[in-house]
């Protein structure tokens, strides 16, 4: 019996047994492209990244890696493939399997461990919000508060999911300073729209200052990338400005301070990607 046949016949049988349902289960979907390799004057891309299962607690927030290998080999042969898209993936689980028997590598205890079933969604969501420490049912609630999304819109990119998630949680933790560092032209301010939407959403932020250095990259964001906001959010020109009723604000230049709910979101060269609460 061959890979797919395997997943057909025995893995996500055993998937929907456990509690998963399609939309919680990804299959075969590409994370990376691969490492482009130079060929003469052309280039080539490595293998792609593409765990066979990736499944998911709500859509965005992905807790775990299934590999699955032919019923002929043993159960534990694609463990560290899907140890390594686990790690990319920043995830805390990993599970191999030959449609017979099932491995689990657990990263929050370093065990690894045999098992006739997979967890369900709600074992594996346990176990990770002790990690996590969220033990009230609000933080964890809104640790899975959704994405703003839109038809014909941006998906996040793998990483960008691990940075939105990672902020939102150690907000929720109450952690006071959180800098996000990221590459140029990887989606800094994308993620940080998708941070203060979902702290907004959750109603854990009562204002936010966003602070770019340019006025175009304020204007940029005003017009583009948050103006979901809509009449929400305002441009501040110069010195502060006292806006009644509104949640976001942009300014260009300047230090912040912070009190309360209120929560700054930096951008530009020097302090882009930065995030305080």
């Not at 699955?68 to 493939?81: M, N, W």
């Not at 800094?188 to 979902?198: E, G, L, N, W």
């Not at 604000?249 to 930065?274: F, L």
């Amino acid at each position: 019996m061959s890979e797919a046949d395997t997943c057909r016949t025995y893995v996500i049988p055993k998937l929907y047994s456990a509690g998963w349902t399609d939309d919680l289960i990804a299959e075969q979907r590409m994370i990376t492209p691969g490492r482009v390799m130079p060929l003469g004057r052309k280039h080539t891309h490595k293998e792609s990244g593409k765990p066979d299962y990736i499944l998911y607690l709500k859509r965005h927030y992905a807790i775990a890696v299934v590999e699955a290998k032919a019923e002929y080999k043993l159960p534990a042969d694609g463990l560290q493939q899907a140890m390594t898209y686990a790690k990319m993936l920043g995830l805390q689980f990993a599970y191999a399997t030959n449609g017979k028997g099932i491995v689990e590598h657990d990263f929050i205890t370093g065990k690894e461990r045999h098992l006739e079933a997979f967890p369900s969604p709600d074992e594996l969501w346990a176990r990770l919000r002790g990690e996590l420490k969220l033990t009230d049912e609000r933080d964890a609630a809104d640790a899975l508060t959704a994405y703003y999304e839109e038809v014909g819109g941006k998906s996040p990119r793998y990483y960008q999911e691990i940075a939105i998630n990672r902020a939102v949680e150690a907000i929720i933790r109450g952690q006071p300073r959180i800098l996000i560092t990221m590459a140029t032209g990887t989606g800094k301010t994308f993620v940080a729209f998708q941070v203060v939407h979902r702290l907004l959403t959750m109603k854990r932020a009562q204002h936010v200052l966003y602070l770019a250095d340019r006025n175009f990259l304020i204007d940029q964001v005003k017009d583009q990338t948050f103006s979901p906001l809509g009449e929400a959010l305002h441009k501040i020109h110069g010195e502060a400005v006292k806006s009644r009723g509104r949640r976001g604000q942009a300014a260009a230049g300047g230090n912040v301070g912070r009190a309360g709910g209120d929560v700054a979101v930096g951008a530009g060269s020097g302090v882009r990607g930065g995030i305080v609460n």
